[in-house]
Nanobody, 116 residues
């Protein structure tokens, strides 16, 4: 089992920055892929950014150039540096870990609110 736990959300003004963290526990050596997703009120959960075990990254078009995903050298923690935040970035942000053959675990989510 892998259990991700997010932290770092909060309230920020438009144009500001926040850094989200995701700490994974359990069978972390089996993690293949991690990612950040978000869900705004009344909308479906959407991909924000992903990072592979080889540190290849992928971003949603809406966040390219503003957000940066990274992992620590131990591959246990993952981060999302969010700059130039916009009100439309307001959402609950979730950390996801894909591990083992085809298992997936989600964190409980952290709220990010960007005021205009």
């Amino acid at each position: 089992q892998v259990q991700p736990v997010e932290s770092g959300g909060g309230l920020v003004q438009a144009g500001g920055s926040l850094r989200l963290s995701c700490a994974a526990s359990g069978s972390v050596l089996s993690i293949n892929f991690m990612g950040w997703y978000r869900q705004a009120p009344g909308k479906q959960r959407e991909l924000v950014a992903t990072i592979t075990s080889g540190d290849d990254t992928n971003y949603a078009d809406s966040v390219k150039g503003r957000f940066t995903i990274s992992r620590d050298s131990a591959k246990i923690s993952m981060y999302l540096q969010m700059n130039s935040l916009k009100p439309e970035d307001t959402a609950v942000y979730y950390c996801n870990a894909e591990w083992g053959l085809k298992s997936s675990s989600w964190g409980q989510g952290t709220q990010v609110t960007v005021s205009s």
